[in-house]
């Protein structure tokens, strides 16, 4: 029997309309969402007068530096300000949506990083005070008695150690875990952006289809945050996900636009077969 439950991935940029995309998600049937919130933790850590710092990997892939002042920003923002505008607006389209975070009933639980690398002006650093990990583990219990009792699980970061310390994730690396825990098979990505351009800055750029085989030299030369992104997906795919589709967050109607042929689907070849 096919596994009809869908994952939406929402980006936390600040053009992404949710107003469009709670009234086209009331068409879905079984769903459970994952959402951002990047451009509110950059503002109002601008105005707490809190200094973000980014850190670079070896291999290129950009995250934040999470010590325990911007832990507790990310709380704020994450699992007070954004979740519950998010639950709350789901609510008035009919949307009985539940907001949490990994942390509560553990829905996702892992292990802190004790060394993370950072590459500045040519060098690399050891950094071991960062609180950020990876989720290995799902609560997938929690997760099924909501859907099956009707409720929309709408969930964000941070998640929870199996030390019981409070982790940064990255949200599309925890989406890829989730989606293999509870064996979905499509996930759906809203953006700022109309799918996956070839040039950021010209929109008709997209790529419309990417078959799974070929990934790997998309993400080598995804620019700004997509390489993350599609590292995810990549992760995704390999744990049982046979369809992403990528589209537009700030267009009226994203998700159906998406599902009838806007955006870039990436794809497992097998399934066409």
């Known amino acids: 029997m096919k596994n009809d439950l869908q994952l939406i991935k929402i980006g936390g ?8 995309i709670a009234e086209d998600l009331k068409r879905l049937k079984k769903f459970i969402i994952i959402h951002g919130a990047n451009h509110k933790i950059t503002e109002i850590s601008k105005k707490l007068g ?32 954004v979740n519950k505008k998010l639950v709350a607006l789901l609510q008035k389209y009919k949307i009985n949506a539940v907001g949490l975070t ?7 639980e892992g292990k802190r990083k004790n060394i993370i690398y950072s590459v500045e002006n040519g060098k690399t650093k050891l950094i071991n005070d960062s609180l950020t990990g990876n989720v290995e583990k799902i609560n997938t219990n929690l997760l099924n008695l909501l859907v099956k009792n009707g409720f929309v699980p709408v969930l964000c970061p941070p998640a929870i150690s199996f030390d019981n310390e409070i982790i940064n994730v990255d949200n599309d690396r925890a ?4 989606t293999k825990s509870l064996k979905i098979k499509e996930m759906i990505m809203l953006l700022e952006a109309p799918g ?78």
């Not at 990994?102 to 996702?108: L, P, Q, V």
């Not at 989406?175 to 989730?178: N, P, S």
């Not at 997509?226 to 996900?241: D, H, P, Q, R």
């Open 102 to 108: 990994g942390i509560d009933g553990r829905i996702w």
């Open 175 to 178: 989406a890829a875990v989730l």
């Open 196 to 273: 996956y351009c070839k040039d950021l800055k010209d929109p008709k750029s997209v790529v419309s289809k990417i078959p799974f085989k070929k990934l790997d030299r998309f993400i080598k030369i995804a620019q700004s945050g997509m390489k993350k992104k599609l590292l995810g997906v990549k992760e995704a795919m390999i744990g049982g996900v046979e369809k992403v589709y990528l589209g537009d967050g700030r267009v009226k109607n994203p998700i159906s636009k998406i599902l009838n042929g806007a955006g870039t689907l990436i794809f497992k070849e097998s399934i066409y077969e």
């Open 50 to 81: 809190i200094t973000e710092k980014k850190i670079i990997s070896p291999s290129g892939f950009v995250s934040r530096y999470t010590d325990e002042k911007a832990l507790d920003v990310f709380l704020m923002i994450y699992a007070g300000l």
């Open 13 to 20: 940029g600040q053009d992404i309309n949710w107003d469009f």
